[in-house]
Nanobody, 115 residues
Framework: QVQLVESGGGLVQPGGSLRLSCAAS????????MGWYRQAPGKQRELVAT???????VYADSVKGRFTISRDNAKNTPYLQMNSLKPEDTAVYYCNVRNYWGDNWGRGTQVTVSS
C-alpha cells in the first residue's frame, strides 16, 4: 500500500485561497484516477474533484468554478487549488490515488474557512 501525505491545509478567511498537495511514499503505477475528497463533521466523505489518466476532470457542483485539480505527472500525485473559499468548504480533505490494485488514501489535512 502506498502512503499518501496531504499538505497545504489551514485556517483561511472567507474568499481566501489554499493549495493542497499530496506526496506519495513511492512511485504509483497503473493509475486510473487521482482526486480529492472531503469530510465535514457529522457528514459522509464526499468527492471534491478527480482527474483521470487522460486528463478529464470531474468536480462536485459545489466547487465548480472555484476549485481546480491538477497533477504532477512526474510524481503522479494531485494538487487542488481552492479559491473563493466559503465556510461550507470547511472539512478534512483527503488525497486519493486509484490504481489497478485499489484506492490509496492519505490521512487528511484540515481546511477551516472562518472569519
Amino acid at each position: 500500500q502506498v502512503q499518501l501525505v496531504e499538505s497545504g491545509g489551514g485556517l483561511v478567511q472567507p474568499g481566501g485561497s489554499l493549495r493542497l498537495s499530496c506526496a506519495a511514499s513511492r512511485s504509483i503505477f497503473s493509475i486510473s484516477t487521482m482526486g480529492w475528497y472531503r469530510q465535514a463533521p457529522g457528514k459522509q466523505r464526499e468527492l471534491v474533484a478527480t482527474i483521470a489518466r487522460d486528463g478529464r476532470t470531474v468536480y462536485a457542483d459545489s466547487v465548480k468554478g472555484r476549485f481546480t485539480i491538477s497533477r504532477d505527472n512526474a510524481k503522479n500525485t494531485p494538487y487542488l487549488q481552492m479559491n473563493s473559499l466559503k465556510p461550507e468548504d470547511t472539512a478534512v480533505y483527503y488525497c486519493n490515488v486509484r490504481n489497478y490494485w485499489g484506492d490509496n488514501w492519505g490521512r487528511g489535512t484540515q481546511v477551516t474557512v472562518s472569519s
